[in-house]
């Protein structure tokens, strides 16, 4: 079994596949959802290592489950890459606020979701 463990969260269903066989082919575990209330479930019962989740999605949107996230003390502390649409970008501000680790514009490399994966997990983990 993995010993890490990422959430990732899109109603594109390719954009989940891709980023999940990229973070499995490096030893995580992945958990997936296509909709931020599910995931905010996922997260509560699984807490992930992080979450990677997108900006616009049906039910929840993702800065709404970050919202959720944020005020539920098992799950406050996990770090969070926010993936975003052109021309959808998030304010420094509302960022800092809910605590988004990193904001990613669409298209993206799997190996730039990793490399930050990897960035954003060392940064929380003081390394």
Do not use: W
């Not at 463990?5 to 296509?34: P, S």
């Not at 649409?85 to 298209?107: H, M, T, W, Y």
């Amino acid at each position: 079994m993995a010993d890490r463990k990422a959430l990732v969260v899109d109603d594109e269903f390719h954009i989940v596949q891709v980023v999940a066989i990229k973070l499995r082919n490096n030893g995580f575990e992945v958990i997936t959802a296509d909709n931020g209330a599910d995931a905010y479930t996922l997260a509560c019962e699984h807490k992930p290592d992080i979450v990677i989740t997108d900006y616009q999605m049906p039910g929840l949107t993702g800065l709404e489950l970050i919202e959720k996230l944020r005020s539920t003390p098992e799950t406050a502390a996990i770090p969070v890459i926010m993936l975003t649409a052109r021309g959808f970008a998030i304010d420094e501000q509302k960022k800092e606020k809910l605590g988004v680790n990193v904001c990613l514009s669409k298209p993206f490399s799997p190996r730039e979701v990793f490399q930050t994966v990897e960035d954003v997990l060392r940064q929380t983990a003081g390394v």
